[in-house]
């Protein structure tokens, strides 16, 4: 009984042991996404002063070509997918993976290749047998997003460069409260309609040629556009995190009482079997005696 016992009793520093690390890591994931959010700003704002210039930009080349320029075509596509580096995050990649697969399926019998950012992604894709073509680890900080965006911008623009790739399209999680959501945004063609044109009093002063100049400003937004997908991204996932640990943290607290309470019964019969030896002790000097 008593072995028994101490084992229950291991059994109960083991978990509340574990309900520490649980509690540790949910507020570790808060923090970043706290963080993520924070950042989220910057990176707008950056995006959409990029794009003020492609709209003050554009009438230059207007001027010279009579049109807009258009910026990649409709052949062989690529699929960005942004999942997690780390795990504890429940359902989350196989959510966005699950989206990547519905796009390359909507494709038909159009050549498509994926992209996997993060190594539980990596391994999810694997297991549901979805071919990646080409992955990198994600970011594990904010810190580390404008990284991340800049090294898969470059692969984009080098796959566009040998003619790899024609189109691209990226799919990530946003925070939401109600579950894991997923967008999907196309990168290229690089959509020149949605920049209205600028024709201020006093036209921009410019160095580079009007073609050579759009298309630098494109790959500039398409790296704001990669940046802050990685940050909702990152966000997304920590909140995924939080919920996950918060589910842990609840059922290991269930477990807790439980093995609390059969300990506390199995004590209680410990306590009354002594007690019982010792009346039965007592009883039999009595007999002795009389």
């Not at 009438?59 to 997690?84: E, F, K, N, Y």
Request: aromatic share 4%; charged share 25%; net charge negative.
């Amino acid at each position: 009984m008593a072995e028994r016992l101490s084992d229950i009793e291991q059994r109960i520093d083991s978990i509340r042991q574990l309900s520490s690390v649980v509690a540790a890591i949910r507020g570790i994931a808060a923090a970043r996404l706290r963080e993520a959010e924070a950042q989220l700003e910057g990176i707008r704002s950056y995006a959409e002063t990029i794009g003020d210039a492609i709209g003050q930009a554009l009438p230059l080349l207007a001027d010279r070509t009579g049109q807009a320029p258009h910026s990649g075509g409709t052949g062989t596509g690529l699929v960005i997918a942004l999942c997690s580096e780390q795990g504890f995050v429940g359902g989350f990649n196989a959510r966005v993976l699950e989206a990547v697969e519905s796009l390359v399926g909507s494709r038909q019998d159009a050549t498509c290749e994926v992209f996997v950012v993060g190594d539980r992604g990596v391994t999810v894709a694997g297991e549901r047998g979805l071919e990646v073509d080409w992955s990198m680890p994600m970011a594990t900080g904010a810190e580390q997003v404008s990284g991340l965006a800049n090294r898969l911008a470059e692969e984009l623009y080098r796959r566009i460069g040998t003619g790899e790739v024609e189109t691209a399209t990226i799919v990530h999680a946003v925070p939401d409260q109600e579950g894991v959501k997923t967008v999907t945004k196309a990168l290229i063609p690089f959509d020149f309609s949605r920049f209205p044109h600028a024709r201020p009093a006093n036209p921009p002063l410019v160095n580079l040629p009007a073609e050579t100049l759009v298309a630098q400003l494109a790959e500039e937004y398409v790296f704001a556009e990669l940046c802050e997908a990685a940050m909702l991204s990152f966000a997304a996932e920590n909140e995924a995190r939080m919920w996950a640990m918060l589910a842990a943290h609840g059922n290991v607290g269930h477990r807790l009482d439980e093995l609390t309470a059969k300990a506390r019964h199995m004590r209680q019969e410990e306590i009354t079997a002594e007690v019982v030896e010792l009346a039965a002790g007592v009883d039999a000097e009595a007999s002795a005696r009389a």
